[in-house]
């Protein structure tokens, strides 16, 4: 009977498996099956370890790549706002740069006006002569066409005076 179910039990088998089965009895069967499945488990707890291993390894790695990238992040931001802040400062130098250069202008012409204004001052005690002679002459001048006018009148008094007589 146990050969009976042996043969009942291994019939979907691959022959030589089937054959090699259908010559023991069931105990011995059992027996050699239960070592062939203690093997398979073996393996397949061997390969469900590798999985979590390669499974941990992953997620070690995913952990990693997720670490990096946030510090990737992290230095980008850094960065920009690193760049942000030189360009900030570079505009802040070149416009101090433009003022420099305007007030550096402007110094140099109100120099060149304070020198004009200085030569000018030094021209006008000569300037102030000059009006002042002019002034003199133009008394003297309206003092003589004063007397001029003084002595017409008197030769007009003189002759209106011969005149009705």
């Known amino acids: 009977m146990s050969y009976n179910i ?11 498996q089937r054959m090699h089965m259908l010559s023991c009895n069931l105990s011995n069967s059992i027996r050699r099956n239960d070592a062939r499945l203690f093997r398979y488990g073996k393996r397949l707890m061997k390969e469900d370890l590798k999985r979590e291993v390669i499974s941990e390894q992953k997620q070690s790695k995913i952990e990693e790549l997720e670490r990096a990238s946030i510090e990737q992040k992290a230095a980008v931001k850094d960065y920009t706002e690193r760049c942000e802040a ?80």
């Open 6 to 16: 042996n043969a009942k039990i291994f019939e979907n088998k691959p022959r030589p």
């Open 86 to 165: 030189y360009l900030h400062k570079q505009v802040q130098v070149e416009d101090q740069q433009s003022r420099h250069v305007a007030a550096k202008l402007v110094y140099r012409n109100l120099k060149r006006v304070l020198a004009e204004l200085e030569q000018d001052l030094m021209q006008f005690p000569f300037k102030i002569k000059d009006i002042e002679t002019k002034i003199t002459e133009r008394k003297k001048e309206l003092l003589d066409f004063q007397e001029l006018k003084a002595g017409a009148l008197r030769f007009l008094k003189i002759e209106g005076v011969s005149l009705e007589h």
